[in-house]
């Protein structure tokens, strides 16, 4: 196996993309070229790639199997985000602009600020609740608390529900929180039935908060094929061999662009980073350490990277090479 250092796989990811431009390449030469371009980056551990409903590049170079889970890190805030269409789809819930405070005003602590009780469950999946953030350097200090969800909605106000994104796994405990009150199931319940059994894909138990909640938004797990099947729901308008799991509607408005990074620059759906520029449109979950799943609907393509979930992925580092490796490698190497 050849190693790459950080500089000589950049070189070698702009030597891919300009070697896929010149001339046709056969179908196989290109998804090679692919594999050869990913296995370069010593971070990722393996990748599956789903062109046209067909499985086209399978591969782990490092780390453990396809079949098994993997840690995907924030991804798991895609999977609550699905979990809201589906109470939304199911009825559980009238719609996303419901507040706190009418589905689980038992889950607001006392000394919260006043604003808390208009927070709706779109303010929390868009990631714009308004609430001093718990990722990051306080990510520690949150999960260290007695009560993760109470601890999250006692913190100061420092920009308006519905402003400014305010990137915290926080908000999307609470949304597990709350769908878990209005649906009476915990979020691995959910999650196994309203996803994992339509789909055929096995969720493994993850973390759970003090009072025995499962994390919203971080620490689940799926394999890479897994992750393919939940991306290809999304591509497929929310189907998956004739089962409608999620409605087309709650997929196509998840991929509506609502805010917006500050750190990377993209914009933000309910759940899924989005493309603004380039042609195609690429959505795309992300959790730390480079775990992706992208959905290019315009090219019928599907991708789901793991990577070492303990080295991180900056938007000027290994992430921004994943998005050289998806938008200049892989999407051009679904043209014919």
Same mark, same amino acid.
């Given at each position: 196996?050849?190693?790459?250092?950080?500089?000589?796989?950049?070189?070698?990811?702009?030597?891919?993309?300009?070697?896929?431009?010149?001339?046709?390449?056969?179908?196989?030469? &290109?998804?090679?070229?692919?594999?050869?371009?990913?296995?370069?980056?010593?971070?990722?551990?393996?990748?599956?790639?789903?062109?046209?409903?067909?499985?086209?590049?399978?591969?782990?170079?490092?780390?453990?199997?396809?079949?098994?889970?993997?840690?995907?890190?924030?991804?798991?805030?895609?999977?609550?985000?699905?979990?809201?269409?589906?109470?939304?789809?199911?009825?559980?819930?009238?719609?996303?602009?419901?507040?706190?405070?009418?589905?689980?005003?038992?889950?607001?602590?006392?000394?919260?600020?006043?604003?808390?009780?208009?927070?709706?469950?779109?303010?929390?999946?868009?990631?714009?609740? /308004?609430?001093?953030?718990?990722?990051?350097?306080?990510?520690?200090?949150?999960?260290?608390?007695?009560?993760?969800?109470?601890?999250?909605?006692?913190?100061?106000?420092?920009?308006?529900?519905?402003?400014?994104?305010?990137?915290?796994?926080?908000?999307?405990?609470?949304?597990?929180?709350?769908?878990?009150?209005?649906?009476?199931?915990?979020?691995?319940?959910?999650?196994?039935? &309203?996803?994992?059994?339509?789909?055929?894909?096995?969720?493994?138990?993850?973390?759970?908060?003090?009072?025995?909640?499962?994390?919203?938004?971080?620490? #689940?797990?799926?394999?890479?094929?897994?992750?393919?099947?939940?991306?290809? #729901?999304?591509?497929?308008?929310?189907?998956?061999?004739?089962?409608?799991?999620?409605?087309?509607?709650?997929?196509?408005?998840?991929?509506?662009?609502?805010?917006?990074?500050?750190?990377?620059?993209?914009?933000? /759906?309910?759940?899924?980073?989005?493309?603004?520029?380039?042609?195609?449109?690429?959505?795309?979950?992300?959790?730390?350490?480079?775990?992706?799943?992208?959905?290019?609907?315009?090219?019928?393509?599907?991708?789901?990277?793991?990577?070492?979930?303990?080295?991180?992925?900056?938007?000027?580092?290994?992430?921004?090479?994943? #998005?050289?490796?998806?938008?200049?490698?892989?999407?051009?190497?679904?043209?014919?």
């Amino acid at each position: 196996m050849h190693h790459y250092s950080p500089t000589s796989r950049r070189v070698f990811l702009a030597g891919a993309t300009a070697a896929l431009s010149v001339g046709p390449l056969s179908a196989q030469s &290109r998804w090679d070229r692919v594999a050869d371009a990913a296995r370069a980056l010593d971070q990722l551990h393996g990748i599956v790639i789903s062109h046209k409903g067909q499985t086209v590049l399978a591969e782990a170079f490092r780390g453990p199997s396809l079949e098994r889970p993997a840690p995907i890190k924030s991804v798991s805030k895609t999977i609550v985000a699905a979990l809201l269409g589906a109470a939304v789809d199911n009825g559980d819930v009238d719609s996303v602009t419901a507040r706190i405070s009418d589905l689980a005003p038992n889950l607001i602590p006392a000394g919260a600020d006043p604003r808390v009780a208009s927070i709706t469950l779109e303010d929390l999946v868009t990631l714009r609740s /308004g609430l001093e953030r718990t990722s990051g350097a306080n990510y520690g200090g949150w999960v260290s608390s007695s009560n993760w969800v109470a601890n999250a909605l006692r913190r100061p106000m420092i920009a308006d529900p519905g402003g400014r994104m305010l990137y915290s796994t926080g908000s999307f405990h609470v949304l597990g929180a709350v769908l878990s009150e209005v649906t009476g199931q915990s979020l691995l319940q959910q999650a196994r039935t &309203r996803i994992g059994i339509p789909l055929g894909i096995d969720i493994p138990a993850w973390t759970r908060d003090p009072q025995g909640r499962y994390l919203g938004g971080n620490e #689940m797990a799926l394999s890479p094929y897994s992750m393919i099947r939940f991306g290809e #729901m999304y591509r497929l308008n929310g189907q998956w061999r004739d089962q409608q799991v999620l409605s087309q509607g709650w997929v196509n408005q998840s991929l509506v662009a609502r805010t917006q990074s500050p750190f990377s620059g993209l914009a933000y /759906g309910y759940g899924w980073f989005l493309t603004q520029t380039g042609d195609p449109r690429i959505a795309i979950a992300r959790g730390y350490g480079g775990q992706i799943i992208a959905v290019v609907p315009d090219r019928e393509l599907t991708i789901a990277i793991t990577s070492d979930p303990t080295r991180p992925a900056r938007s000027g580092g290994y992430f921004g090479d994943l #998005m050289r490796l998806i938008a200049g490698i892989i999407v051009p190497a679904t043209e014919v």
